[in-house]
């Protein structure tokens, strides 16, 4: 019996490729990345906002902070019909 692949079989084989990650590491890598950035922004903001309050900063620096960073944040892929991909390949 074969396990199904891995939904980022591809980026898998590019780190082990690329990287001295074994596929075992390399599988954990992007199972956090994932996880970082399929973070709701309330949860981000959340996290974040404990996380530099524990360094010591202000609500003020804080949500500068966080204001910044969320702007430069990755956003998932919104969900495709076929028939929408079928138009983004051929117009």
Do not use: C
């Not at 074969?2 to 890598?29: I, N």
């Not at 950035?37 to 804080?62: C, D, M, P, W």
């Amino acid at each position: 019996m074969s396990a199904s692949p891995h939904p980022h079989e591809d980026l898998l084989a590019h780190l082990t490729r690329t990287s001295p990650l074994g596929p075992g590491e390399a599988a954990r890598v992007v199972a956090e990345v994932l996880a970082y950035f399929s973070e709701s922004t309330e949860e981000y903001v959340r996290r974040r906002h404990g996380e530099l309050q524990a360094r010591g900063l202000v609500n003020e620096k804080i949500f500068a902070r966080i204001g910044a960073e969320l702007a430069a944040r990755r956003v998932a892929a919104p969900e495709l019909s076929t028939r929408q991909l079928r138009r983004i390949v051929y117009g």
